[in-house]
């Protein structure tokens, strides 16, 4: 059942924590769970309330007082996870997608052929050098040695947007750039700053959105 809405709120877990503080009138670590069953359910749509009570019960967040949940219990069971997945980044995930999407246009060959060589470009250590002497000190405009979203906003809209008009889609919106960063967002140079390894998998990710948009014109693919 944490997969229903993991996607949709992972990147989303501070700002909930914080909205739960402010709930939590009694200071005792709990809110009312149909306080909570409310923003969740802004949150994801999709997830029923039948779900959210199956979540409750697995996180052991209901060993409360009637009708409330302990929201930290919950918060901490949905996200264990988060942290891991913010430090892999993207970009593997978003490759693997891109070629099953790949194969339902092209032969199976020549897709593995033009991913294989994007892949081993990305995991290459000239690759990996470039983003951290080149483009990590030219994004970090502080030369603080960590780069904020205020920073990387402008790369990441332009990667995006680049993509998008290759493949005549509208252009990001607002929400997309921040998911993009707050994805590769990990704890260790603290939430909004991004230290070197943390901007490589975000400038991977951006890379594979890039090359994704870019097969139709790859004569790797077409010829």
């Given at each position: 059942?944490?997969?229903?809405?993991?996607?949709?709120?992972?990147?989303?877990?501070?700002?909930?924590?914080?909205?739960?503080?402010?709930?939590?009138?009694?200071?005792?670590?709990?809110?009312?769970?149909?306080?909570?069953?409310?923003?969740?359910?802004?949150?994801?749509?999709?997830?029923?309330?039948?779900?959210?009570?199956?979540?409750?019960?697995?996180?052991?967040?209901?060993?409360?007082?009637?009708?409330?949940?302990?929201?930290?219990?919950?918060?901490?069971?949905?996200?264990?996870?988060?942290?891991?997945?913010?430090?892999?980044?993207?970009?593997?995930?978003?490759?693997?997608?891109?070629?099953?999407?790949?194969?339902?246009?092209?032969?199976?060959?020549?897709?593995?052929?033009?991913?294989?060589?994007?892949?081993?470009?990305?995991?290459?250590?000239?690759?990996?050098?470039?983003?951290?002497?080149?483009?990590?000190?030219?994004?970090?405009?502080?030369?603080?040695?960590?780069?904020?979203?205020?920073?990387?906003?402008?790369?990441?809209?332009?990667?995006?947007?680049?993509?998008?008009?290759?493949?005549?889609?509208?252009?990001?919106?607002?929400?997309?750039?921040?998911?993009?960063?707050?994805?590769?967002?990990?704890?260790?140079?603290?939430?909004?700053?991004?230290?070197?390894?943390?901007?490589?998998n975000l400038a991977r990710y951006l890379q594979v959105i890039?090359?994704?948009?870019?097969?139709?014109?790859?004569?790797?693919?077409?010829?």
């Open positions: 059942h944490r997969q229903f809405f993991f996607g949709a709120m992972a990147l989303l877990s501070d700002r909930v924590r914080e909205a739960f503080k402010t709930w939590d009138t009694e200071g005792d670590g709990t809110i009312t769970k149909t306080g909570l069953i409310r923003l969740l359910r802004k949150i994801a749509p999709q997830v029923t309330e039948s779900d959210l009570e199956v979540l409750f019960e697995a996180a052991g967040a209901t060993d409360a007082p009637p009708g409330s949940v302990k929201y930290l219990e919950f918060i901490t069971y949905l996200w264990s996870d988060d942290e891991a997945a913010r430090a892999r980044g993207l970009w593997e995930e978003a490759i693997r997608k891109a070629r099953e999407n790949a194969c339902r246009m092209w032969p199976a060959d020549k897709v593995a052929c033009y991913w294989d060589e994007v892949e081993k470009r990305l995991k290459s250590e000239q690759y990996i050098d470039h983003v951290r002497s080149k483009m990590f000190v030219q994004v970090d405009q502080d030369q603080d040695g960590r780069v904020s979203f205020e920073e990387a906003k402008a790369l990441i809209c332009k990667s995006l947007s680049c993509a998008a008009d290759l493949t005549k889609a509208p252009g990001p919106t607002r929400d997309e750039v921040r998911l993009a960063f707050d994805a590769h967002d990990t704890l260790v140079e603290g939430r909004g700053r991004m230290g070197v390894e943390e901007f490589v890039v090359a994704e948009a870019m097969q139709g014109f790859s004569k790797v693919l077409t010829a």
